[in-house]
Nanobody, 114 residues
Framework: QVQLVESGGGSAHPGGSLNLSCAAS????????MGWARQAPGKDRELVAQ???????RYADSVEGRFTISKDSAKNTVDLQMNNLRPEDTARYYC????????WGSGVLVTVSA
């Protein structure tokens, strides 16, 4: 059974940083992709960062150069370091794993405001 628990959400000022962490069950690491998605109020959920089991990483254009995804199989964690935050990064962030099947955590709220 895949279980995902996010932590690290909160508030930040524009230009600030936050680190999100996802504690994943070992079974999650057998899937092909792990990543982080977000959903802002009134908008569709979007994938912002993904890492393939082989190590290939992709980012959404909106976060490229500001966010960094990493995983630690020994600790069973997938982290998202978010730097130079902008108000438009305000959203609920979800740990996301897939291939085959797809699973999400319950999410954490990130608020960026002056």
């Amino acid at each position: 059974q895949v279980q995902l628990v996010e932590s690290g959400g909160g508030s930040a000022h524009p230009g600030g940083s936050l680190n999100l962490s996802c504690a994943a069950s070992p079974s999650a690491f057998s899937l092909n992709y792990m990543g982080w998605a977000r959903q802002a109020p009134g908008k569709d959920r979007e994938l912002v960062a993904q890492i393939h089991r082989g190590g290939h990483i992709r980012y959404a254009d909106s976060v490229e150069g500001r966010f960094t995804i990493s995983k630690d199989s020994a600790k069973n964690t997938v982290d998202l370091q978010m730097n130079n935050l902008r108000p438009e990064d305000t959203a609920r962030y979800y740990c996301d794993v897939w291939g085959p099947g797809q699973y999400w955590g319950s999410g954490v709220l990130v608020t960026v405001s002056a």
